[in-house]
């Protein structure tokens, strides 16, 4: 009877342990679609009160964000890597 529940048991610790690897990466999207939104966000804002002809802060934000946050991606997945 134990060597069943030992066997039970496997499946779901791979079952949590793939839940918990796709919420920590779900996470990681979330936050890096949050960061390229506050930055377009406040590039837009910016080119609204200070008019300007190529829209100069949402490019540059948006670029900004956008590489700030693949750093952040990547440090994350660097990190994960060292705990395991």
Do not use: C, W
């Not at 496997?10 to 679609?33: E, V």
Request: hydrophobic share 40%.
């Amino acid at each position: 009877m134990s060597q069943s529940k030992h066997s039970n048991n496997k499946p779901l610790k791979d079952q949590k342990n793939k839940l918990n690897t796709y919420a920590h990466f779900s996470g990681i999207a979330i936050q890096m679609f949050a960061i390229i939104g506050i930055g377009s966000y406040i590039g837009v804002r910016l080119d609204h009160n200070y008019p300007n002809e190529y829209n100069l802060y949402t490019i540059i934000l948006s670029l900004t964000s956008v590489i700030i946050s693949i750093v952040f991606v990547i440090r994350r997945i660097i990190a994960g890597s060292k705990e395991k």
